[in-house]
């Protein structure tokens, strides 16, 4: 299985998991159809289309098929069928700050923070528990940009833009007063129920497992490669501490970790030292990915 994800993809292969993907979810959902929010089920597709092209851009795992196999798994898993709009325009606009911000472009960069600042606050307006992704682009560009101030000032410039836009439109509607839903940790609460996500226990191994290998092994990487998985381990960060305050049951929050889940981990098979080693930690998260979705339906233990 290792040695067949390994080989080269290439931009012919993206369509093809796409579909497949599509595939999948359109027939583990059939049954639910009628209840199904083809609005938002559009746009979470489209995020997710957008996760297998950021693949290519970021590179850091040389092209291979594995991350874009771990990716679609991880869709498979997590996604419930029936999924809140705010959480699809999150995924949307999650996979659009990916491509900009990813982009070894300098150009492209600089020139996009305000459109970054107006997707960051389109990302909160529809769901309030992702403001961890503002410090996330703001600790971005003060890590990555030649003009500090200018960039920030873009990234504010876009989000006050789409800001007061809203605030004025919600006005004219007759909307005067604030949702406390919008003041962080507001809704803040542990869940007491961690079934099924105990199933996902050895991921959560392997995950800690690559960030310490990679640490372990921070002199010997470029620095491009440093900045990339610094980059990756940041915005997986930033989903955490969403998902750590605000999913409770919602396991449809663990969609935001399907992509630096599918990086991380497929850099970390490719490095270990035994083949035997690369095959069973793939095996592994298959298993583990197969069990967390049956335990959707039903009760396993």
């Not at 007491?192 to 372990?216: G, K, Q, R, S, T």
């Not at 990487?221 to 990339?228: L, T, V, W």
């Amino acid at each position: 299985m290792f040695r067949l994800l390994s080989k080269e993809s290439n931009i012919f292969s993206i369509p093809v998991y796409m579909a497949f993907l599509l595939l999948i979810l359109s027939v583990f959902n059939a049954l639910s159809i009628n209840n199904l929010n083809i609005t938002s089920a559009i746009i979470t597709f489209i995020g997710f289309a957008l996760g297998y092209f950021i693949f290519n851009q970021i590179k850091l795992n040389y092209q291979s098929h594995l991350p874009l196999f771990l990716y679609t798994f991880f869709i498979f898993a997590f996604y419930p069928g029936d999924l809140d709009i705010g959480i699809a325009v999150s995924l949307f606009t999650n996979s659009f700050l990916l491509l900009f911000l990813s982009s070894t472009d300098e150009e492209i960069r600089k020139d996009s923070y305000v459109l970054v600042g107006v997707l960051i606050i389109i990302n909160f307006i529809f769901l309030p528990p992702t403001w961890p992704m503002i410090f996330f682009v703001i600790i971005h560009i003060l890590g990555s940009s030649k003009r500090i101030l200018l960039d920030l000032f873009k990234l504010l410039f876009g989000g006050l833009l789409i800001g007061l836009s809203y605030f004025s439109l919600m006005y004219l509607l007759g909307y005067s007063s604030w949702n406390d839903n919008y003041f962080p940790f507001g809704n803040f609460k542990l869940t007491d129920n961690f079934y099924p996500l105990y199933l996902l226990i050895p991921i959560a191994i392997l995950l800690f497992l690559a960030v310490l290998d990679h640490f372990n092994n921070f002199n010997k990487q470029s620095p491009s490669s440093r900045f990339k998985y610094g980059f990756i381990l940041l915005f997986t960060i930033a989903q955490l501490i969403t998902i750590f305050m605000y999913m409770g049951e919602n396991n449809e929050y663990l969609l935001f970790l399907a992509f630096p889940l599918s990086i991380i981990l497929a850099r970390y098979l490719k490095f270990l030292p035994k083949y035997w080693m690369r095959e069973m930690g793939i095996w592994l998260i298959i298993l583990s990915v197969i069990l967390f979705k049956i335990g959707t339906y039903f009760i396993l233990f």
